[in-house]
């Protein structure tokens, strides 16, 4: 098991999320621990990127349930279909927020954030969590992102 990430701030987002997905998946490997290792690829992602704040919702008894993440304090559950994480989740796929303010229903944890992408975590074909990232730009995130993050989802075999 990895100790240390070799984070590079250099080259494109692309180049980074190249250099960083191996290290996560060795940082995974050979642990079986979903909580563990939701907690490491949080800490590997904001560790690279330094986005504002990086986290899982787990589905608990009909509602998105704050899981482990790196940031400031966040909301605590959400409501399928409330709120960008509510909607990823309802519809079952990835969304990209460039302004958090123009999308219907946003819940503002954090007044900073202004740019969301949210990714559903699936396990046995069900929606068990998403992966949410919030960063205090207006629109961060792009196809690249949801194309690595997704990659990164893959890596944790829920």
Same mark, same amino acid.
């Given at each position: 098991?990895?100790?240390?990430?070799?984070?590079?701030?250099?080259?494109?987002?692309?180049?980074?999320?190249?250099?960083?997905?191996?290290?996560?998946?060795?940082?995974?490997?050979?642990?079986?621990?979903? #909580?563990?290792?939701?907690?490491? *690829? %949080?800490? =590997?992602?904001? $560790?690279?990127?330094?986005?504002?704040? +990086?986290?899982?919702?787990?589905?608990?008894?009909?509602?998105?349930?704050?899981?482990?993440?790196?940031?400031?304090?966040?909301?605590?559950? #959400?409501?399928?279909?409330?709120? *960008? %994480?509510? =909607?990823?989740? $309802?519809?079952?796929?990835?969304?990209? +927020?460039?302004?958090?303010?123009?999308?219907?229903?946003?819940?503002?944890?954090?007044?900073?954030?202004?740019?969301?992408?949210?990714?559903?975590?699936?396990?046995?074909?069900?929606?068990?969590?998403?992966?949410?990232?919030?960063?205090?730009?207006?629109?961060?995130?792009?196809?690249?992102?949801?194309?690595?993050?997704?990659?990164?989802?893959?890596?944790?075999?829920?």
């Amino acid at each position: 098991m990895a100790e240390d990430l070799t984070i590079t701030k250099v080259g494109t987002k692309e180049e980074q999320y190249q250099s960083l997905i191996p290290q996560i998946e060795a940082l995974l490997y050979g642990e079986t621990d979903l #909580i563990a290792n939701l907690a490491n *690829v %949080c800490a =590997a992602l904001k $560790e690279q990127f330094n986005w504002f704040w +990086v986290g899982f919702y787990l589905v608990k008894n009909g509602e998105l349930v704050l899981g482990p993440f790196q940031g400031p304090v966040a909301c605590t559950r #959400i409501q399928l279909g409330k709120g *960008v %994480c509510g =909607a990823s989740w $309802e519809r079952a796929e990835t969304i990209i +927020v460039p302004n958090v303010d123009e999308f219907p229903g946003h819940i503002a944890c954090a007044s900073a954030s202004k740019s969301e992408i949210v990714l559903p975590l699936y396990q046995g074909g069900q929606i068990i969590g998403v992966l949410d990232v919030d960063s205090e730009y207006f629109a961060h995130f792009d196809e690249v992102d949801g194309q690595y993050l997704n990659q990164v989802i893959k890596l944790l075999n829920v």
